[in-house]
T-cell receptor, first 114, second 111 residues
């Protein structure tokens, strides 16, 4: 596709449930990022992939959060035992070369935990 | 954790005026970028300035970088109502790796 695609655009889930958020990066982009953004705040770094491997997962808040990118393209962010505090917009971005280059963002997934 | 901190947090101006936003960061960087966000969804890249550059222009945008003060500014000249958005600075961590964002400046341009 022409840009970064995130699905679903909105997700409402009950507290305690498991959710998966998907990101399709721009073809050929080796770097992929996940961010979380709460209202009125800047994007909070979660995890950065270079190819298939997680080069930096220091932003994942706890072990309920996990992300994969098995073939170096599509990535899935997985959240177990969701809590109301997980409610936020989850943003995915991809770039050609990590932090030294322009990142292209998807429109985000708005997660609401009720 | 956030690397950059923008100020002001919010800015309200009239169309035609200039808007200046500032960003400070904490560690050494290779590059600094500015992004724009409408309606709390996807961010759009505006401009990238490298650590060995002091000033860069793109259309109505002017960015400066002072690595000795670990600060940058974004100037939007002759603002338009369509410039209303949140603006974020973002830096790498000095290792060409993750991109870290500040809290942003919310700009409102009134017709």
């Amino acid at each position: 596709g022409a840009g970064v695609s995130q699905t679903p655009s909105n997700k409402v889930t009950e507290k305690g449930k498991y959710v998966e958020l998907r990101c399709d990066p721009i073809s050929g982009h080796t770097a992929l990022y996940w961010y979380r953004q709460s209202l009125g705040q800047g994007p909070e770094f979660l995890i950065y992939f270079q190819g298939t491997g997680a080069a930096d997962d220091s932003g994942l808040p706890n072990d309920r959060f996990f992300a994969v990118r098995p073939e170096g393209s599509v990535s899935t962010l997985k959240i177990q035992r969701t809590e109301r505090g997980d409610s936020a917009v989850y943003l995915c971005a991809s770039s050609l070369g990590g932090g030294s280059t322009e990142a292209f963002f998807g429109q985000g997934t708005r997660l609401t935990v009720v | 954790s956030q690397q950059g901190e923008e100020d002001p947090q919010a800015l309200s101006i009239q169309e035609g005026e200039n808007a200046t936003m500032n960003c400070s960061y904490k560690t050494s960087i290779n590059n600094l970028q500015w992004y724009r966000q409408n309606s709390g969804r996807g961010l759009v890249h505006l401009i990238l300035i490298r650590s060995n550059e002091r000033e860069k222009h793109s259309g109505r945008l002017r960015v400066t970088l002072d690595t000795s003060k670990k600060s940058s500014s974004l100037l939007i000249t002759a603002s338009r109502a369509a410039d209303t958005a949140s603006y974020f600075c973002a830096t790498d961590d000095g290792g060409y790796n993750k991109l870290i964002f500040g809290a942003g400046t919310r700009l409102a341009v009134h017709p």
